[in-house]
């Protein structure tokens, strides 16, 4: 059982580096939000609210990039507007230390806003993201047994996560930072 923590931007829309940290305060992963065009980007860190936030909304996608300490890569891409009108997808591509690509799928499956669910379907395994709202926790699960659970150690100024990782052949450390910053953009 591994703990790690990491502290999310306070603009849910900056493409500012977050660092994941284990217990020692070594920094073992990083991962940011990016953006396909530079313009998107620029227009973002407006102070002008009305245009940057209305920006993001039409043109921004919910792409991100990560990379690990270990040599591990991750890549995360939104699907077309037309893949997505129904339920938001997600493509996720690792590489690893041998550059072996490998590529996987995110899916938003929520009924509720405020019971947000996500499934990641990754080689034989489908792991579920499911958020607890009034326990201000979050579980990934692959068949109903826990996989990791990620808590909120602090809310302001800067919201700050700590995650388990109970069983460690399922899931890097950076894929939970990275699927949770892509379900916090969905759902908070």
Same mark, same amino acid.
């Given at each position: ?43 973002? +860190?407006?102070?002008?609210? @009305?245009? /940057?936030? !209305?920006?993001? %909304?039409?043109?921004? &996608?919910?792409?991100? #990039? ?68 009034? +326990?201000?926790?979050?579980? @990934?699960? /692959?068949? !109903?047994?826990? %996989?990791?659970?990620? &808590?909120?150690?602090? #809310? ?33």
């Amino acid at each position: 059982m591994q703990e790690y923590t990491f502290t999310l931007p306070l603009f849910k829309y900056s493409s500012k580096p977050i660092k994941i940290s284990n217990l020692e305060g070594q920094t073992i992963a990083s991962f940011g939000r990016t953006y396909r065009k530079k313009w998107i980007e620029i227009i973002s +860190k407006l102070p002008i609210p @009305i245009l /940057s936030e !209305g920006v993001i %909304v039409f043109f921004g &996608k919910k792409d991100c #990039r990560g990379s690990a300490q270990s040599g591990e890569e991750l890549i995360v891409q939104e699907r077309t507007f037309k893949e997505n009108l129904v339920r938001m997808k997600w493509d996720i591509l690792i590489k690893n230390q041998r550059f072996e690509e490998k590529k996987y799928f995110l899916k938003d499956i929520s009924k509720v806003k405020t019971h947000g669910k996500f499934l990641y379907e990754k080689e034989n395994y489908t792991l579920t993201i499911q958020k607890e709202m009034f +326990k201000r926790t979050a579980y @990934i699960k /692959s068949d !109903g047994m826990l %996989v990791a659970e990620i &808590k909120v150690e602090k #809310r302001f100024p800067k919201p700050r996560f700590s995650f388990v990782i109970h069983r460690e052949n399922l899931i890097s450390p950076l894929e939970i930072g990275v699927l949770y910053f892509i379900f916090n953009m969905q759902f908070d």
